[in-house]
């Protein structure tokens, strides 16, 4: 099974690109995200992937981040959601968005998304909320030894967010991953901190 394909960027157009490796062309229908993140022409590009074999074709599909490849692979295991449909639902919502929607068992935005629908949506959260770990889909802050203030600005923006789609006031939220924020910390340590002190406000 494929993993990722990393090549020369031949054609975008429609959600599709075509990546040549080694002389293969390679034809993969991406994410939103994937597709935005996109280099121009002729520019080497690295796709994760996965590979839906069937008796009459194989396609691949790909992803910006494994992170958004291991929810898309979540959202097989639903009965009824396919692989095109786990794509339009990554590309007509936010990866957050999604997280949050499932985690706070809210339906709305998920039915919003063109040609998903209530069923669909409330089917979504009824399996996966159980099986999605907030923690697994922070963006992580890549450490350097000199951190600046925007650096930590963000990694605990990326905590509170979290905290918020577990059902904490933003403004509590704030106040907890400052409290107990340290040089260094990833937003999954924040957050986990931040749990833990939570029965001291």
Do not use: W
Not at 17 to 46: F, H, I, Q, R, W
Not at 68 to 82: A, D, I, P, Y
Not at 185 to 194: E, G, K, L, R, W
Request: aromatic residues 6%; contains cysteine.
């Amino acid at each position: 099974m494929l993993s990722y394909i990393y090549g020369r960027l031949e054609e975008k157009s429609d959600g599709i690109a075509v990546v040549d490796v080694n002389g293969v062309g390679y034809e993969v229908m991406v994410t939103n995200s994937c597709y935005c993140a996109l280099p121009s022409l002729g520019e080497m590009v690295k796709i994760y992937v996965y590979m839906r074999v069937s008796e009459d074709d194989i396609s691949l599909f790909g992803f910006d981040s494994l992170r958004e490849k291991n929810l898309f692979l979540k959202l097989l295991s639903v009965s009824g959601v396919g692989s095109k449909t786990a794509i339009q639902i990554l590309s007509g919502i936010k990866l957050q968005d999604l997280i949050n929607s499932i985690s706070r068992e809210d339906s709305r935005y998920i039915a919003n998304i063109k040609g998903i629908g209530k069923k669909t949506a409330e089917r979504i959260i009824l399996e996966l909320k159980d099986k999605i770990n907030p923690f697994e889909y922070v963006l992580p802050i890549e450490m350097k030894h000199n951190i600046d203030e925007t650096k930590i600005s963000s990694v605990i923006e990326d905590a509170v967010l979290v905290l918020v789609s577990l059902g904490v006031s933003k403004s509590q939220a704030t106040k907890l991953c400052k409290e107990v924020y340290s040089t260094g910390d990833s937003a999954d340590v924040i957050v986990q901190n931040a749990l833990k002190n939570m029965g001291n406000i």
